[in-house]
């Protein structure tokens, strides 16, 4: 198993600063000194009532205690050492929890200059690959070398002829003035044209910064929870479906805000308009204010409609109706899609939002990639990190469901440090501009602890005993020390 680095020592350190033995703590959370002992040196997993129990009994925060930013810290530490420019330097990833643990700013530090590494690097692809293969720019250009050559032509003409009559004279200021003019639109074209090729280039670092805005959050946000529940009460929502709630929104969109959205407009979209208009200067906006972490625009806007998102979920699917449906379904996404009428992908991005203290589901995994192996959507666990750049093990449901669309992919899986995780992965289908163009199918993959399993839909059928046979997989195969696995992409950058 996996040592389990800085949860352990946290709690060691919080105990011995209160002057606490182990034997006392212990004791007042009912387990054996021994256990704890493991439980301090990284060797044994806690989580739920255990945890907080020990948060309660060091008066510690659960946020101060799980440490769920330092693992973010430790995952990206383990790509930083895995890019080929660092091969040579011999790095151990096993020695990260130590920086990150001694040295949270050098740690935090390396991270940062890591992303905007890879900022800068990509940015730098794409304005090469459209100077190299835009033929507007060669088109551009050719005729701005006319133009200039059509000048000075006429320009030698004037030059070094004295005897020109005066109206030829004249007609040839005028050409040099008109070809002058046209030499100058086409270089404010021109710098019209880079000034959108680098505003058009997406830096990766907003998305990074919005998965650390929503991670530190765990997923949850109880504000937006109430305000859902505030939207429906104003909107008149009776039942806790999409289709409950369809009319109910139009009526309350064009009672109270003189909208009449395009009729048979999907729920969510209703959803999402009704979000917009009721919590834009509101729980949404409030939400936004308190993200230290989102450092400009793009990152901010892009929050902001994951947050909407978010709250037009909850609004269709309310999160008391919703974990209760979930809990009699096990927590199967495909029968709550078709209980709430909102399909597969929603229902399986609200299971992985059911985080209310003391009223929690089970701890999901969300991972959605495209064919092209584009991630576009990752909702990691403290031990399964998802890939935050490139792609994940070429193993893992998320990828083998493209391969059957439509079909559920349900897998067993036991990574190198010995942790399980029962992982299910779907097509779907994304709004794609239609006919000609091809669809736009993505998978999206739920995964939960091996040790939560037998409580969904998903575990049926499987042995889940810690010595069944389980498909062996990695995080990625840079990183992936199965040096004899025949799907491996590329070689690994680290030696086992």
Known sequence: MTPLPLVGPRIRDRRRALGVTQAALASTLGISASYLNLIEAGRRRIGGALLRQIAEALDLGMDDLDGAAERRVLSDLAELAAEPLLVGLGLDPATAPDLASRHPGWARALVTLHRAWLDRGRTASALSDRLRHDPFLPDAVHKLLTRVAAIKSSAEIVQGAQDLPPEQLRR??????????????????????????????????????????????????????????????????????????????????????????????????????????????????????????????????????????????????????????????????????????????????????????????????????????YLSRRVPLPRLPVPRHGSACPLWAAYQALQSPGAIVRQLVEFPGGERFVMIARTVDQPGPGFPMPRRVASLMLACDALYADRTVYGDGLDLGSNAPALPVGPNCRVCPRTGCTWRQEDPMIDA
């Open 172 to 373: 040839f200021a005028v050409i040099v003035g008109s070809d002058s003019q046209r030499l100058a639109e086409l270089a404010q074209v021109l710098a019209a044209y880079f000034e959108r090729a680098h505003t058009a280039v997406r830096s990766v670092t907003p998305v990074g910064e919005v998965d650390d805005f929503l991670a530190d959050r765990g997923h949850h946000f109880p504000a937006l929870e109430d305000a859902a529940e505030a939207l429906r009460a104003a909107a008149g929502i009776a039942g806790d479906g999409a289709r409950d709630a369809e009319a109910a929104l139009a009526r309350h969109l064009a009672r109270t805000h003189g909208e009449h959205l395009a009729p048979g407009s999907p729920p969510m979209a209703l959803a999402r308009r009704a979000a917009e208009l009721a919590c834009g200067d509101g729980a949404l906006a409030d939400e936004l204010r308190r993200a230290s972490t989102l450092s400009n625009d793009a990152a901010r806007r892009r929050a902001a409609q994951v947050l909407t998102d978010y709250l037009a979920a909850a609004v269709l699917m309310p999160y008391d109706a919703f974990l209760a449906a979930a809990r009699a379904l096990r927590f199967d996404a495909e029968a709550l899609g078709r209980r709430f009428d909102t399909g597969f992908a929603a229902a399986c991005e609200r299971l992985a939002t059911l985080h209310r203290p003391g009223d929690e589901g089970l701890p999901f995994a969300l991972m959605r990639v495209d064919a092209a192996g």
